[in-house]
């Protein structure tokens, strides 16, 4: 898309001295005043249409402001200018390095990323945390230390029962370790191996280990279909219990027989946080995810037919269950299964069966190259979604990848703001940018970022409001949203007219240490 209203002038009328047409990095230097866009400041109070000034990395100025010599003006009439998009649950860190310009991210106007999710985190996060710094990407970094990581590390192969009180406390020295390297708390799945073995005590208490140190929690559920409200409660327990913030990673109902439960879903948060507990959760903005085939059984009986059954009549229906990929015959990739079922000749369900027991035998093997498989599934209602991303609490999430096969990789954001802001009126622009930047911001821990207000850092996106969109799709899921005109990070442009520019300005966000609350 053009990007004419997005004119980098020197703005000879607003001034007596016009300034010469700096060069990008001599106009960062000397600072930026971007006039006329509609301020959204991230707070939910009303958009108003003034000036923001850039000075370094902060946002020095907001108001109705002068031009000085030699600043860059932007002009963003029309446009509207918010703090960038933090996502709360990214899985950018599995190729942080390979694609620094972060170009699914920073093209929907992601400026921070919250990594390390589903317990899964980079070890040790000391030597992560140093490489992003060497190596910075054009986003902000944070990461959770992940439960699984540190399960893996006491446990190793014998992973499949629960632990023993003495591997427990290993595991909390390794929590503590990575929360002291600046981890904003425990990340957990524990709907995936290693962490489905574990006991809920045994999460309790390294969520705890977090806790002490002003950590959070946040886990992608134990279910999220046939036992979902059970692995809500032990999720709202450990923030009782521990006196902790926590929160539901990637909110959903997805089962069937679950679909229109929305308002009781979120009547148990509210009356949790009534009582004390501090739930938030976070949400995508698509009736569909991206997981491994295991999650479909959650008893890991992949032989059992009836559970095979269930899975595809109520969590993936198989016209609606794409193989994303699939190691051991990659010619299945991007078909359904449906599809790969009528190429094998049996039925669904044993398709089903089938082909996961060949994924298994590949891992079993040791063949980990051919063990891979994704699936992307249908399982939710729309109007579940619509109700869920409306709940005061939740923020948004992108739960994608750099380079990932689910499309919400590259048009969350962009997807709401469209879709379910503009289109379907779902939210308020004001409400849904709020819940992409400060609440996000709250709900992880991190300060000074999430708001346009004056001293905080210049994170900031400018998108038009009438063309702001997603294009990606499952079968096209890299193609770049409409809309995102500029964005900056740390005060340097980073995205300029859906070009990604040279500029790496990301820093790692650690945790702040906050006191830990006595009662
Ligand atoms: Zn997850």
């Keep these: 898309m053009r990007s004419a209203s997005l004119l980098v002038i020197a703005l000879a009328a607003a001034c007596a001295k016009p300034a010469a047409s700096p060069a990008p990095d001599a106009s960062a230097a000397k600072g930026v005043l971007i006039v006329n866009a509609r301020v959204i400041d991230g707070t939910g109070a009303p958009g108003r249409v003034t000036s923001v000034r850039i000075s370094g990395d902060r946002i020095a100025d907001i108001g109705d402001l002068r031009q000085r010599q030699g600043e860059t003006i932007v002009v963003g009439t029309g446009l509207v200018l918010a703090p960038g998009f933090i996502d709360e649950h990214s899985h950018a860190d599995a190729a942080l390095f390979e694609h620094r310009d972060a170009l699914a991210d920073v093209s929907q106007g992601i400026t921070t990323v919250i990594v390390g999710q589903d317990g899964s985190s980079v070890y040790p996060l000391a030597d992560f945390f140093g490489h992003v710094q060497r190596e910075p990407s054009t986003l902000n970094v944070a990461s959770y230390v992940g439960h699984g990581t540190v399960r893996d590390l006491v446990l190793g192969k ?23 390297a600046g981890a904003l708390g425990l990340s957990s799945g524990l709907e995936y191996d290693p962490g489905i073995y574990s006991d809920p ?27 979902f409200w059970k692995a809500l409660d032990e999720l709202i327990t450990i923030g009782r219990e521990n006196h902790m913030p926590v929160q539901v990673s990637h909110i959903k109902l997805a089962m069937k027989a679950s679909w229109g439960l929305g308002d009781s879903l979120i009547h148990v948060l509210d009356r949790a946080r009534a009582s004390g507990v501090q739930v938030t959760a976070d949400i995508y903005p698509y009736t569909y995810w991206h997981s491994g085939m295991s999650v479909l059984f959650p008893h890991r009986d992949f032989d059992n037919r009836a559970s095979a059954a269930f899975a595809l009549d109520q969590v993936a ?40 027991h060949a994924s298994e035998a590949a891992e079993a093997s040791g063949d980990t190259a051919h063990a891979d498989n994704a699936i992307i599934a249908t399982s939710m209602d729309e109007r579940d979604v619509a109700k869920l991303m409306s709940w005061q609490w939740a923020a948004f999430c992108t739960d994608g990848e750099l380079d990932g096969k689910h499309p919400r990789g590259y048009g969350t954001f962009t997807r709401i703001l469209g879709r379910y802001v503009r289109e379907q009126h779902v939210l308020t622009l ?13 709900n992880v821990g991190i300060k000074d970022r999430g708001q346009i207000s004056v001293g905080r850092y210049a994170d900031l996106v400018l998108f038009d409001p009438q063309t702001v969109i997603d294009r990606a799709t499952p079968a096209e899921p890299h193609l770049v949203s409409t809309g995102i005109r500029r964005v900056w990070v740390n005060g340097a442009v980073v995205y300029d007219g859906e070009r990604v520019t040279d500029a790496r300005p990301g820093r790692v966000l650690k945790r702040v240490v906050t006191p830990v609350a006595t009662k």
């Excluded at 632990?163 to 370790?177: N, R, S």
């Excluded at 309790?204 to 977090?210: E, G």
């Excluded at 794409?322 to 009528?342: D, F, M, R």
């Excluded at 004001?430 to 709250?442: F, M, V, W």
């Design 158 to 180: 014998d992973y499949k029962r629960v632990a023993t009180p003495a591997e427990v406390l290993k595991m909390q020295a390794l929590v503590d370790q990575e929360m002291r």
């Design 201 to 227: 005590s045994e999460v309790l208490a390294l969520a705890k280990t977090a806790g002490a140190q002003g950590g959070r929690y946040i886990s992608h559920m134990r279910s999220e279909d046939f036992a």
């Design 317 to 356: 229906p198989s016209e609606g269950l794409i193989l994303a990929n699939y190691g051991p015959k990659p010619e299945y990739s991007g078909k359904t299964l449906h599809e790969v079922a009528q190429l094998m000749s049996v039925d669904d369900t044993t398709a089903l069966m089938q082909l996961l």
């Design 430 to 442: 004001e409400d849904a940018i709020r819940k992409a930047t400060s609440l996000a911001a709250a």
